[in-house]
């Protein structure tokens, strides 16, 4: 028995993400079988915030392990790629009887049909048409960073990290250009997309039957993070640990750098631009100025956090991370005065983030690998391998 | 097998390797021995594409193989046991062997049994991370890694490099042990007693030039082969 091909591991991650899936659903469907929800559980809570970005932000930070965690290369491109995911969806989503007023300030938008109408429109025409667009902003991400890749991928570490966060850079200046108006709205936001929402299978009054907003970020994750999952442990995931480890000696075992390296960054890019989609699908808009560098850095904190080389760590990390920010530390934005008239000091607007940015740094410093090191979450539960420590 | 022919390289601006000929025959055991910086490493990088030469060239079974990319290089059935080790630390044993394999798509089981019955450390230690094993282990990780790839002829860079005697006597016994079973290697050293002992060819390099070649047995036996690089001269 060399090969370890656990059936059971495999079948486990399935019901384990079907359950989770469920979960899901069940958790944001509770209204419809507990008639008085405590407030945490209704639908605009801070928890299905967080739910949701996190499932975004999930996708994103592991695309971005599997360049920088596991092929080694130090890249800051991620918001870039995002950005053009996000367009993608927005361009191409935007229904047309909402363009000219999007795009009044160009006289109408250059592009004038829309994926979910080609499709027949409707809920049909919807979901084929994210289908479809998601792939497209993957490709259109990915076709990006194999024009970036050629030049760039002959960098190392730090030269990388500045040419790939430059080229992030400029595209956003691209997308805010007054002469691409008509496709990209120039500095506006491209808004009045089909958002989560979208998705709830509603009656024809429109009363909600049953909510999906939070299974859709999910589900397209989860999805994404398999097919990654799948990469990183075919042959071509061992290539880019190699590569990680030691160029030099994965290039003498016969492992073309070049075309792993670009392998590795297109497909990073290709998941950062459906992450991208999905992004603009949960703000409900897209809008370049979002897509700063300091996305790309929150992103890589996470990744940093949750253990480089870790696909379960980014996926914790992220909710952590997410909820963290948005959520658990909010008390610390708003003034509290206790009944006695005594007035919490520091606390005010802002406050938040110093506390947040404080947490950070503990973790930084005591968890020096993150939170995982470079295992995954099914490790922490097994004994050392059979056979693993002889003497 | 191999042939190289007039082969030139320049290596960090300076020419490392000057015009150099040699012959590796099929199932032999052939040393490259000289000095630091006579250009033996260089020339092994080179015949394994990591290093363009400048001029020359070099043939396996008569199949030019001059600027071919290391990746065609080592399909073709040559394998480089870099200096060093470099196993990947990170990776388990394990990991480490299917990457030796990386460019075969056929079933792995028999060569990973066939390195495991050659290293039974390496069995023991399958589960554990390379970077964790001791020095010995890990130069038998990087032997058994390049079998992976079922080579024709495995070239060796200072396998004797950083470790104990004893420790080397054995890893010599497996080199040989490989040969045995239809290995041609190629072996580079500054060990010169250890590598003349097993070589049937061996060639002495000085500065980028071949000064010297003979059987190993005959070397061993050549005074200034013993004054300059076996320490016995007068």
Redesign the interface.
Known sequence: M??KKSKAGTAAALIGILVLLLGVVLLENLGAFIPNLPPILLPTSQLFIVLKKGAVYSLVAVSMNLLNGFTGLFSLGQAGFMLLGAYTYAILMLPTANRPTVYYLYGGSAINFSLPELFGGGMFGLILGTIVVFILAGCVAAFVAWLIGLPVLRLKSDYLAIATLGFAEILRAIFQWDKLGPITNGANMIGSIPIYSSFNITDASGKVIVRLTTFIPFLTAIICITMIVLLINS?YG??F??IR??E?????????LAKHKMLAFCTSAFFAGVGGALFAMYVGNAQAKVYTSAMTYEILLIVVIGGI?SITGSCLATFLYVACSEWWLRFLDSPLVLSSGFKVPLLRNGFRMVVFSIVIMIVVLFFRKGIMG?RELPDLFKK???????K | MLKIDGLKVNYGGIEAVKGISFEVPDRSIVTLIGANGAGKSTTLRSI?G?VRPAAGNIQLEGEELTGL???R???KGI??V?EGR??????TV??NL???A??RNDS??DD??WVYELFPRL??????AAGTLSGGEQQMLAVG?ALM?RPKIMMMDEPSLGLAPIVVRGIFDIIREINRQGVTILLVEQNANMALKIADLGYVLETGRITMSDTGAALLANEKVKEAYLGKGG
């Open positions: 060399i090969e042959s061992r290539a640990k190699a480890e030691d030099i000696a994965a290039e003498a075992m016969g492992i073309n080389g470079n050392k391998k059979k056979g693993g420590v002889a | 394994v990591l990319p290391t990746d290089i080592v399909s394998t480089l870099p470099r196993v990947f630390p990170d990776l394990l990991e299917k990457i030796g990386y460019l792995l089981d990973i049994n069995k023991e230690r399958s589960w554990q890694r790839s």
